[in-house]
């Protein structure tokens, strides 16, 4: 399970098609599906406290904000980078992960002890052939702005030997 901000169609549709772009451009890689982007704020694993979890996501407090993409980057991995693109700097969006993360950790769950970077995950195992090719894509990457209005529970399950996101519980910001 994950906590995570899900997209609007038209977001999600435009970052898969970056995703195309950069396969037609040569670069290799497993880019991310469209129905599973989003922005996950916190990694939960296994659990059975899903009641509890969905009882954590409805008592945020907070208006929708907005959300604008910032920085293409890449944790470098052997194999292939993992592709993010990162968000601007959000206040609201500070303030929200700090919420949940008080209200995860006093609830008894673990959460990853590294310092949040906000990120949607474009592909994994990603190879561009020069770093040129990648600093033009940075300089061109997909622009967005748009308002985080919910947060999701959220199930990772392999369907069809792919992997697939599954929606379980949504509180309305």
């Known amino acids: 399970l994950f906590i995570a901000i899900t997209f609007e169609e038209e977001i999600k549709k435009m970052l898969a098609?970056?995703?195309?772009?950069?396969?037609?451009?040569?670069?290799?890689?497993?880019?991310?599906?469209?129905?599973?982007?989003?922005?996950?704020?916190?990694?939960?694993?296994?659990?059975?406290?899903?009641?509890?979890?969905?009882?954590?996501?409805?008592?945020?407090?907070?208006?929708?904000?907005?959300?604008?993409s910032g920085v293409l980057g890449r944790f470098r991995k052997q194999g292939g980078d993992v592709l993010w693109l990162g968000l601007k700097k959000s206040q609201a969006l500070g303030a929200l992960y700090g919420q949940l993360v008080e209200k995860l950790a006093g609830a008894g769950f673990a959460l990853e002890e590294r310092p949040y970077?906000?990120?949607?995950?474009?592909?994994?195992?990603?190879?561009?052939?020069?770093?040129?090719?990648?600093?033009?894509?940075?300089?061109?990457?997909?622009?967005?702005?748009?308002?985080?209005?919910?947060?999701?529970?959220?199930?990772?399950?392999?369907?069809?030997?792919?992997?697939v996101y599954r929606e379980r519980f949504r509180a309305e910001l």
Do not use: D
């Open 17 to 68: 098609e970056f995703g195309g772009r950069l396969e037609a451009a040569g670069i290799k890689g497993r880019f991310s599906a469209e129905e599973n982007i989003h922005l996950t704020l916190a990694f939960l694993g296994e659990s059975r406290r899903e009641a509890e979890l969905c009882r954590i996501l409805g008592s945020l407090e907070g208006a929708a904000f907005p959300l604008e």
């Open 117 to 163: 970077q906000p990120h949607i995950t474009l592909g994994r195992q990603v190879c561009f052939p020069s770093e040129s090719l990648f600093y033009e894509f940075q300089k061109n990457g997909p622009w967005f702005r748009t308002e985080a209005n919910r947060v999701s529970l959220m199930e990772s399950c392999r369907a069809g030997g792919r992997l």
